[in-house]
């Protein structure tokens, strides 16, 4: 098409005319005079607007989904990395809370025994034949070999190997692990001997056996023992509480009575630990050892005579006999 004067009157004139209707229009709101024109135009070009937009929208789609796959990408990966980030805070606070109570019973602990301890946590276990682990605190911290290792339950082991920053412990289920012991209150004495592997298979849940010297003592499931303690108080010093009998075996050759005891110390669970460097001014005895549990009261039965309380629910005792006062007879059954 040329470009013409004739051609610039009619672009002129055609333009004039869609602005004056797009007015016309627009101020008519829907009463306007054009809104015939509206429907008809909307009829005619509504179906070709559908059909590009059908073919447009998928390509423009995958236009945008490639474009803004990097950002996406990016977004995911930081979001994924401030979920771990905040997993691993909360799974970092609920282990201090759990350290924190454990170093306050351990401390608690230490303080009824009047031990001088460094605490530790146990950072690696022993893959040999020996029952040992490792801590995280050595001779820098005043750790020495053959030292007292103590959880907040009882006993744990004593020390073997000592390095700048960390500890071997032998553990009190080792073996090789001999403890000089004693009874409470009656204070017999007697060895108390690991049976390997912290007791897991047969072993079970007494993976320590304790051999009283004394074969006329007395002895029975229940009695707890504690550490007698060492020469020099090393490697044990005393008071330190070890477990609790929980089955005895009939004396062999009527000279040594063994019993099979479940320490008060998890040794599958080892976490928080403490050496103790300094022993006690005095033997603390058996005030380190915990507070028995107070026995579960039975209920006394009503006595035959006691009548019922008024309102318990309970049925009210009967003389036999009828209300007249005349005796039923009895009815007695074969074996009476």
Request: positive net charge; aromatic residues 2%.
């Amino acid at each position: 098409m040329k470009d013409t004067r004739r051609t610039r009157v009619v672009l002129g004139v055609l333009l004039v005319v869609a602005l004056t209707m797009i007015t016309v229009d627009y101020r008519g709101g829907a009463n306007s005079p054009l809104r015939g024109l509206r429907g008809l135009g909307a009829a005619v070009f509504g179906p070709v607007e559908r059909a590009s937009a059908a073919v447009v929208r998928p390509i423009g789609g995958t236009f945008d989904a490639i474009t803004d796959a990097p950002g996406e990408r990016r977004r995911a990966d930081r979001l994924e990395r401030e979920n771990q980030r905040l997993r691993e805070q909360l799974r970092a606070g609920r282990l201090d809370r759990d350290r924190a109570a454990q170093l306050q019973r351990l401390l608690g602990t230490a303080g009824i025994g009047g031990y001088k301890i460094v605490a530790a946590h146990v950072i690696s276990a022993g893959q040999g034949y020996e029952d040992t682990v490792t801590l995280d605190v050595g001779s820098t911290s005043g750790v020495r070999p053959d030292m007292t290792v103590m959880s907040a339950e009882g006993l744990v082991g004593r020390v073997t190997r000592v390095g700048p920053h960390t500890a071997t412990v032998l553990l009190a289920t080792d073996v090789t692990s001999t403890v000089g012991s004693r009874l409470e209150a009656s204070r017999e004495i007697g060895l108390v001997q690991g049976r390997g592997r912290r007791g897991l298979g047969g072993g079970g849940t007494t993976p320590m056996r304790f051999q009283m010297l004394n074969a006329n003592a007395p002895l029975q499931v229940g009695q707890r023992l504690v550490t007698l303690g060492s020469q020099g108080e090393r490697p044990y010093v005393p008071g330190v509480p070890i477990g609790v009998i929980e089955r005895i075996d009939a004396p062999s050759g009527g000279l040594i009575r063994t019993a099979y005891i479940r320490p008060f110390t998890n040794f599958t669970s080892l976490d928080v630990v403490a050496v103790v460097v300094a022993p006690p001014k005095a033997d603390p005895r058996d005030a380190v050892l915990p507070p028995r549990p107070s026995p579960t009261p039975t209920p006394t039965p009503r006595g035959s005579g006691t009548p019922s309380p008024r309102g318990s629910g309970a049925p009210e005792e009967r003389p036999s006999g009828d209300d007249s006062g005349s005796p039923r007879p009895r009815t007695t059954r074969s074996g009476d």
